[in-house]
Every structure is written in C-alpha cells, then in structure tokens.
C-alpha cells in the first residue's frame, strides 16, 4: 500500500508540474491573442460593425477587459488542474509515510 501512495503521488505531482508548464509556455501565446483582439476589436469598429461578438455563453465581448476576462479563463482552470493534482500528489506521498 506505501508503494502505490508513493508511486500515485509521484504520478499526480509530475501531471500537475507538466499542467504548470503548459500553462507558462503558452503564455507568449495567450500575449499574441490579446493583441490580436484588440487590432480586430478596432478594425470592427473602424468597419463600424454594430454585431458585437459574443462567447459561447453568449456574453458580450465588446469592451477590452470583457475579451481580457475570457482569454484569461482557459489558463486560470489549467492552472487550477495542475494546482490540485499537486496537491492530491503531496498528500498520497504524506500518506504513504504513516502508512506500513
């Protein structure tokens, strides 16, 4: 039983850190479609295009911190992921030494 702790916690931790580093090297990515937002955002209204863009909920996306919030949603629930396989993984390797 120590074993399999040890081991299923080893696991979980190595998932959560591989979350953890997905999550930072998509980071320049995540800066690109901000940008890429904000040029379309304007070219929208330079067009003067009155049909404002919306999310799958169907959420407004026609101010700058609205498409800010939505972007910053994917990373935030990757990071949430990795943060809670670390801690399953911590806590079956603190098991595991109270367990023969």
Do not use: Y
Not at 31 to 59: C, M, N, P, T, Y
């Amino acid at each position: 039983m120590k074993e399999c702790l040890e081991i299923t916690g080893s696991v979980a931790n190595f998932s959560g850190g591989l979350m953890l580093l997905v999550d930072a090297l998509r980071a320049p990515r995540s800066i690109k479609e901000k940008s890429g937002g904000d040029a379309f955002h304007k070219a929208l209204e330079k067009a003067q295009v009155k049909d404002v863009l919306r999310d799958e909920l169907g959420r407004l996306l026609d101010t700058a911190v609205a498409r800010e919030l939505e972007l910053a949603m994917g990373p935030l629930k990757r990071s949430w992921v990795g943060f809670a396989f670390l801690v399953f993984g911590f806590g079956c390797e603190i098991a595991s030494h109270f367990v023969k």
